[in-house]
């Protein structure tokens, strides 16, 4: 039966890894980094990781039996560049480690486009460029992986000029297991931009701006933090599970009548209009470039806002509560 979704979702039958027939460099290993590249090792891809010298993930690599060579020289080795160290770093990499090593017909691929589509690398036009996204975290991305389940993840070509990109990139997803759950064909606009909305308006920064606002409350009113946190912290987590299983219908089948009447009546008082105009302000300084120029220029100067407000959240109250009662945990590791 055909599907109903108005864009092309791949799957395992529509992939061939052997496609990949030459050295992958896949660049980092961190989050995405080391998942993609020992994927792409287990299933048979030829790898080898690109780390700059000193890098404190080289001793992780090579004792997960992968090769390292410096970015340079990896990328020298390969025809296909998986660009996984931060995006912050990624024009200085390329400037002084990808773009002087490639030749006219490599592959230069990203797991999320926001160089690209901000215009901070701007490659030449002999070579493909490319993104496999995985929508997750990297480390389930092995994790999925190695327990024969899969990541979804985006597919996008910014640039075929072999003919070949979308071929090469369904083959990189197949090998990292994307496709075993489907691989959305979409932009890099559209990535990049429902990325950033996505992990700053709900999955990142709304979700705890929530749990702060709701465990706040509580203890504000009087409530134990202990119960505060297992009320908005620890129990969101049992609840998302619900949702991911079975959408928000699961969810609402498996909450009593009365959570689900409360829920239901009073969950638009909290997200409400002024939610929704924030929401929409926050799409538009994505869309317009206001946020990856706000990004830059923290970077440039040092990132005093980001580690203030790192510290800020570390010291948060719920912190130090949810790791206390997390240590009491009986299935906590033991230290
Ligand atoms: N984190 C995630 O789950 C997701 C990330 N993405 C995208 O994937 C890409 C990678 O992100 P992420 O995995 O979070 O990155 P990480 O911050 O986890 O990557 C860190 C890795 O990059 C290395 N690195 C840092 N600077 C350099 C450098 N100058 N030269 C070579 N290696 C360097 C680090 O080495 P060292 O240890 O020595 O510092 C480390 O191995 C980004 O484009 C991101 O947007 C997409 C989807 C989800
Ligand atoms: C939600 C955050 C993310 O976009 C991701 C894991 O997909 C990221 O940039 O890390
Ligand atoms: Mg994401
Ligand atoms: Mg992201």
């Known amino acids: 039966?055909?599907?109903?979704?108005?864009?092309?979702?791949?799957?395992?039958?529509?992939?061939?890894?052997?496609?990949?027939?030459?050295?992958?460099?896949?660049?980092?290993?961190?989050?995405?980094?080391?998942?993609?590249?020992?994927?792409?090792?287990?299933?048979?891809?030829?790898?080898?990781?690109?780390?700059?010298?000193?890098?404190?993930?080289?001793d992780a690599a090579e004792s997960d039996g992968l090769t390292v060579k410096t970015p340079a020289d990896a990328v020298a080795k390969a025809s296909y560049v998986s660009v996984l160290v931060p995006d912050t770093v990624q024009p200085t990499v390329y400037e002084n480690a990808i773009e002087p090593n490639l030749e006219a017909g490599d592959t230069l691929q990203f797991a999320h486009g926001l160089n690209i589509h901000y215009n901070q690398i701007q490659p030449s036009e002999d070579i493909n460029v490319t993104m496999v996204a995985p929508k997750s975290p990297g480390h389930l991305v092995r994790r999925n992986y190695n327990n024969d389940e899969g990541t979804p993840g985006l597919l996008a070509i910014y640039q075929d000029m072999t003919g070949e990109a979308t071929d090469e990139a369904l083959a990189y997803a197949k090998a990292i297991g994307c496709t075993r759950a489907g691989v959305i064909e979409t932009t890099f606009q559209e990535e990049v931009e429902s990325d950033l909305f996505g992990e700053q308006a709900v999955l990142c920064g709304g979700v705890t701006a929530l749990i702060k606002a709701g465990y706040e409350t509580l203890v504000d009113n009087g409530y134990s933090p202990e119960m505060a946190y297992f009320e908005c912290l620890n129990e969101m987590k049992l609840i998302v599970d619900l949702i991911y299983e079975d959408g928000l219908n699961g969810m609402w089948d498996s909450v009593s009548y009365t959570a689900e009447y409360g829920g239901m009546t009073r969950g638009d008082d909290i997200i409400d209009e002024k939610v929704r105009e924030n929401m929409e302000e926050t799409l538009e300084e994505i869309q317009n470039g206001e946020f990856a120029r706000e990004w830059i220029l923290e970077n440039q100067a040092g990132r005093p806002s980001y580690n203030q407000l790192r510290k800020a959240e570390k010291n948060h109250e719920i912190e130090e509560v949810g790791e206390q009662l997390r240590d009491l945990f009986s299935w906590a590791e033991e230290e």
Do not use: C, K, P
């Open 1 to 58: 039966m055909e599907n109903e979704f108005t864009t092309e979702i791949y799957y395992d039958d529509d992939a061939d890894v052997s496609t990949l027939n030459d050295t992958v460099a896949v660049l980092g290993y961190g989050s995405q980094g080391h998942a993609h590249a020992q994927n792409l090792h287990d299933s048979g891809v030829d790898v080898v990781v690109g780390l700059h010298e000193g890098s404190s993930s080289r």
